[in-house]
């Protein structure tokens, strides 16, 4: 089952301060020392951040802008292709950069007049509690590293590429960032850890890795599909399911590899009745009853 910490490189601070990214062995950059030392840096960076405060501005490299305006342009190339028009819009209205790496004032400054998000820093893993909970007040924490320069359109991890071009740009779509909220203010009826994993297992589901029909083409909507370099073109080949919350919550998943089920909404308001719905009245006994009914259904007759 997936965990949100094996998606995140784990950070540490020592005792006398020294702030730790513990990147996995398959890291692009894990045998790169200046790489190691930037991860260190903006972790440390992040970690000084408190509410209210402004946030810290990250002084990118030549290297890094480079990353950026190589994906950047890929993914704006294929999100004109594979995106469903709500995505498409809301990124045309938004206008991130395509020639630097925003910091995320700058994002908070484009999104909040369209939809009321801001952009605050994570120096990695934020407990689910805290990460969709801010939903509710428009707040989004976001990761401020960008992807090794070996492989521009690969990372094992949520970067700013994914942050910024895969959830700024839905976040620019009001209905989309509606069913956030909505989603954020649910985090406060559900005092349950394995509640609170079934909402996070529908959002990724939906939001993260959600696809839909529009005028006889399969198109995307979430995040994950939207700033993935080779996972926007190949979504195509998944097997497609109808909504059905008590799949989406239930169902196991591998991060580090193509979805191989997603599930499919027949148009954006399907996605606002039925995800959106659930969103709006889950409760921890909602997710014990769909938990019990999903075991029974898998259970040999
Ligand atoms: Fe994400």
Redesign the pocket.
Do not use: Q, S
């Given at each position: 089952m997936f965990t949100e910490a094996q998606l995140y490189s784990p950070v540490t601070k020592s005792a006398d301060g020294d702030v730790t990214v513990h990147l996995s062995d398959e890291h692009p950059g894990v045998h790169d020392p200046d790489y190691r030392a930037r991860r260190n840096a903006i972790a440390a960076q992040a970690l000084t951040y408190r509410p209210g405060q402004p946030v810290p501005r990250i002084d990118y490299t030549g290297e890094e802008q480079e990353v950026w305006r190589i994906v950047s342009a890929e993914l704006a190339r294929k999100r004109e292709r594979y995106a469903c028009a709500e995505v498409i819009e809301a990124a045309r209205r938004l206008e991130l950069p395509s020639d630097h790496i925003p910091q995320l004032d700058e994002v908070s400054s484009r999104l909040a007049p369209l939809t009321g998000f801001r952009y605050v820093p994570a120096a990695g893993l934020v407990p689910l509690r805290e990460f969709f909970g801010s939903f509710e007040d428009r707040i989004f924490h976001s990761t401020q590293y960008i992807r090794h320069h070996s492989a521009p359109l690969y990372t094992p991890e949520?970067d700013a590429v994914?942050?910024i071009l895969?959830?700024a740009n839905q976040l620019a779509s009001p209905r989309f960032a509606a069913l956030y909220a909505t989603a954020g203010a649910a985090v406060a009826r559900l005092t349950t850890e394995p509640a609170l994993k079934f909402l996070a297992d529908v959002f990724w589901f939906s939001m993260?890795f959600g696809v839909l029909r529009e005028k006889g083409e399969i198109r995307c909507y979430g995040?994950?599909l939207l700033s993935s370099y080779g996972e926007i073109e190949e979504f195509r080949e998944a097997e497609l399911r109808p909504l059905s919350i008590r799949e989406m919550g239930t169902r196991a998943y591998d991060i580090t590899h193509y979805q191989p089920v997603l599930y499919c909404a027949k148009s954006i308001d399907e996605i606002e009745d039925v995800v959106g719905g659930f969103f709006a009245t889950v409760d921890d006994d909602t997710v014990t009853k769909l938990a019990a009914a999903e075991v029974a259904g898998a259970q040999p007759a």
């Open positions: 949520p994914h942050e895969g959830h993260e995040a994950g």
